[in-house]
């Protein structure tokens, strides 16, 4: 079982992921673009949770998003996000969630404003989940990987072989 620690976008590498799978901790830095819907769910969990935050007149950018994984519990996750507003388009502000559960709320109520706050509460979720899914398979190789770069060499002679044939 894979369990993705941290996905960051920037940086000197475009994708920067921290995962373990058992008890190895491992990291992968690379601008290898993505090949499945990696981009499409990051832009969703970024309408979700300014939506879920209530802002208005904003643009907001992906930076990064941590999980953790009590042994008991439900699983937490940090989102961090560059918001410009729209007022002023040259400064930067950066959005660190606390940490937020990782799971639906199932509570049903009459009142509309409580109710729309379970729904934003939820498709950011909903979202979040899906990106780690999508963390899962970039890791795993969904990505266009970039071409290696092997240096074209010339004929080598017979004595120059790695392997001698006896």
Known sequence: MMNILQFKTGGEYDYNITFETGLEKQKIQTNDRPQGDLLK???NVVVSAVDYFRFDNIAAQFRQISFSYPEKGCDTFVL???IKTKENIYIKHILKTEKLELAEDDTESNDTNYSLRITQSNNLVKNILKLREEIIEYVNGARLQEA???EES????????LFDEE
């Open 148 to 150: 290696l770069p092997f």
């Open 154 to 161: 010339e004929e080598t002679d017979e004595g120059d072989s």
């Open 41 to 43: 769910v990051i832009s």
């Open 80 to 82: 961090e996000l560059s």
